[in-house]
């Protein structure tokens, strides 16, 4: 249980790191270039849409964007004309224009509830297995 639980914790808050730096790569040095939606698959609960893009002549794709998801265009289709922001250092580091995260700006809090959670699962089940310890040896832990 505590490993399931650290490890929920170590994921949610590897992600949001990595979502912060990406930001930051493109804050640095920010390429405005126009994407297209060129694949749109049906999956449970909506549709995943992957992105391509060209930057200094080298063409990029990618599926990890909000795209359809509360950003604009909110109903992409194959064609649809997508603004990006990519990193001119790193240009597979993109995000949609008007975003902060590459992820999409709600995916941060949901994964710093994910970290909380994990955490707090992680010190119940620390907790719970010192307390079965102290009643199991009388009070004292053997090393």
Same mark, same amino acid.
């Given at each position: 249980?505590?490993?399931? /639980?650290?490890?929920?914790?170590?994921? $949610?808050?590897?992600?949001?790191?990595?979502?912060?730096?990406?930001?930051?790569?493109?804050?640095?040095?920010?390429?405005?270039?126009?994407?297209?939606?060129?694949?749109?698959v049906?999956?449970?609960?909506?549709t +995943?849409?992957?992105?391509?893009y060209?930057? $200094?002549?080298?063409?990029?794709?990618? $599926?990890?964007?909000?795209?359809?998801?509360?950003? +604009?265009?909110?109903?992409? +289709?194959?064609?649809?004309?997508?603004c990006?922001?990519?990193?001119?250092?790193?240009p597979? /580091?993109?995000?949609?224009?008007?975003?902060?995260?590459?992820?999409?700006?709600?995916?941060?809090?949901?994964?710093?509830?994910?970290?909380?959670?994990? /955490? /707090?699962?992680?010190?119940?089940?620390?907790?719970?297995?010192?307390?079965?310890?102290?009643?199991?040896? $009388?009070?004292?832990?053997?090393?």
């Amino acid at each position: 249980m505590a490993a399931v /639980t650290l490890g929920a914790a170590l994921a $949610g808050g590897w992600s949001p790191a990595g979502e912060i730096s990406d930001a930051r790569r493109i804050d640095a040095s920010p390429v405005q270039v126009q994407g297209v939606v060129d694949r749109a698959v049906p999956v449970k609960g909506g549709t +995943e849409y992957r992105v391509s893009y060209r930057v $200094g002549g080298r063409r990029f794709a990618t $599926g990890d964007l909000p795209v359809g998801q509360g950003a +604009e265009p909110a109903d992409p +289709e194959v064609g649809t004309a997508v603004c990006l922001e990519a990193s001119a250092e790193r240009p597979e /580091t993109v995000r949609l224009c008007g975003q902060k995260y590459p992820g999409g700006d709600n995916l941060i809090p949901a994964e710093g509830l994910l970290v909380v959670a994990g /955490t /707090t699962g992680t010190l119940m089940a620390v907790g719970w297995f010192v307390m079965v310890g102290r009643e199991r040896f $009388g009070g004292t832990m053997a090393p």
